[in-house]
């Protein structure tokens, strides 16, 4: 009868092959070709497989390997969390960027529409002035032609047996005065005035003159290549260091995580793109400084900073600051490099402001209540008001 294996015996490199032997040197199994083999165990010490060394490999297993293997899957666990919550941001940060060029390139297509639609009309105005143009000369000439043909065919073949004065004898004598000499002064007169215009060069250059070439001077090459470079995709590292603490202007702040708890007599606070939740009441009223780092994405409400806070430093994070999610007891307001969202209310308690390189522009009612400190980067004419060169040692960055 033959017996059935149930237990797996294969050697782990090389799956045709059964382990029968151990390697005296590495203390593990090896199969035949393991033995053999000059990437293996060619030239080490080959026993038989006995209790006494079964058992020595077995010990080193049970009281190392399968605890490291253990926390190696919690460390995977915790490694896969991780990589999943860099990815969730990833993603939203992919969907941004989707939606921004989507966006751009829309308003892009609007104007690009706009600029054609211009054009092609201009190009139609001008076309319809040279149409104008061609028919004035056109019916100008075919008058011309009309009246010249009329008089050469009336007098091709008689205007030598025409006799003006006796004409004008015979008119006179003639009862009802037919006026026959008139017509034939009035064929002088068109003549006179045909020939007047054919002998007149700059009279003919007029009429041409008044045509308009239309020409464009085309940039579109260089249009194109601008809107090749309108947005340009940079790669970089989306490992997070994970500090406890960061400095910011001299300080060392706490980083706060999900879950985490705030050490007792904390008075700096760090809140980084790790949040995903903050809830009312998290953040202990002990809590004088607060540093919003680069890429802070959770919306803030009131509440959520504590009427402790007295500096509030902002990045680059990624929501707008909505009505009373500023505390009012925060006195100094620092809007650092990379700040670009609204602001829809700043507290009355704000007495000092700092602007490093930000977009965002202070209200011209608030001006002249706060002193503003800015930076050389910083665009905003102030006019003066209360206005004072900031050099911003120690904030360049506020990330983790």
Not at 126 to 129: F, K, R, S
């Given at each position: 009868m033959t017996s059935i294996n149930k237990f797996d015996n294969k050697c782990t490199l090389h799956n045709d092959y059964d382990y029968r032997f151990i390697c005296g040197d590495c203390r593990v199994p090896v199969c035949d070709y393991c033995i053999v083999s000059k990437n293996h165990h060619r030239g080490h010490s080959i026993d038989f497989v006995t209790s006494e060394n079964s058992n020595l490999i077995f010990q080193e297993f049970k009281n190392n390997n399968f605890q490291f293997l253990i926390k190696c899957?919690?460390?995977?666990?915790?490694?896969?969390?991780?990589?999943?919550?860099?990815?969730?941001?990833?993603?939203?940060?992919?969907?941004q960027n989707v939606n921004t060029v989507s966006n751009e390139f829309k308003q892009l297509h609007t104007i690009l529409d706009i600029v054609e639609t211009d054009t092609i009309k201009q190009l139609v105005t001008?076309?319809?002035?040279n149409k104008e143009t061609n028919s004035k000369i056109s019916k100008k000439l075919e008058n011309n032609s009309k009246n010249a043909h009329l008089i050469t065919n009336k007098y091709k073949d008689t205007i030598n047996n025409y006799n003006i004065q006796q004409i004008f004898k015979n008119d006179q004598n003639i009862k009802g005065n037919n006026h026959q000499h008139l017509e034939l002064l009035k064929h002088c007169h068109q003549s006179q005035m045909?020939?007047?215009?054919?002998?007149?060069?700059?009279?003919?250059?007029?009429?041409?003159?008044?045509?308009?070439?239309?020409?464009?001077?085309?940039?579109?090459?260089?249009?194109k290549n601008s809107i090749k470079d309108t947005f340009k995709i940079k790669l970089s590292s989306a490992t997070y260091k994970d500090p406890k603490r960061v400095k910011l202007g001299g300080g060392e702040y706490f980083i706060y995580k999900d879950g985490c708890v705030i050490p007792n007599g904390t008075l700096y606070l760090a809140l980084g793109p790790s949040i995903k939740?903050?809830?009312?009441?998290?953040?202990?009223?002990?809590?004088?400084?607060?540093?919003?780092?680069?890429?802070?994405?959770?919306q803030l409400t009131e509440g959520l900073l504590p009427n402790s806070v007295q500096w509030l430093h902002i990045g680059a994070i990624r929501k707008p600051l909505i009505k009373k999610s500023i505390p009012q007891s925060v006195s100094f307001?620092?809007?650092?490099?990379?700040?670009?969202?609204?602001?829809?209310?700043?507290?009355?308690?704000v007495t000092q402001i700092y602007l490093g390189d930000t977009s965002f522009k202070i209200p011209q009612t608030l001006i002249k209540s706060v002193r503003v400190y800015k930076t050389p980067a910083c665009k905003q004419d102030l006019n003066g008001f209360n206005e004072v060169l900031w050099n911003s040692n120690g904030y360049s960055q506020i990330e983790m």
């Open positions: 899957l919690d460390g995977d666990k915790e490694l896969i969390n991780k990589s999943k919550e860099i990815f969730d941001e990833l993603e939203e940060e992919h969907i001008h076309y319809d002035e045909l020939v007047r215009e054919k002998n007149s060069e700059n009279k003919n250059i007029e009429l041409l003159n008044d045509y308009n070439k239309v020409t464009i001077e085309n940039s579109i090459e260089s249009v939740n903050l809830t009312v009441g998290s953040i202990p009223a002990t809590v004088q400084r607060i540093a919003l780092l680069n890429g802070f994405n959770v307001l620092f809007l650092l490099d990379g700040f670009n969202q609204e602001i829809n209310e700043i507290p009355q308690s």
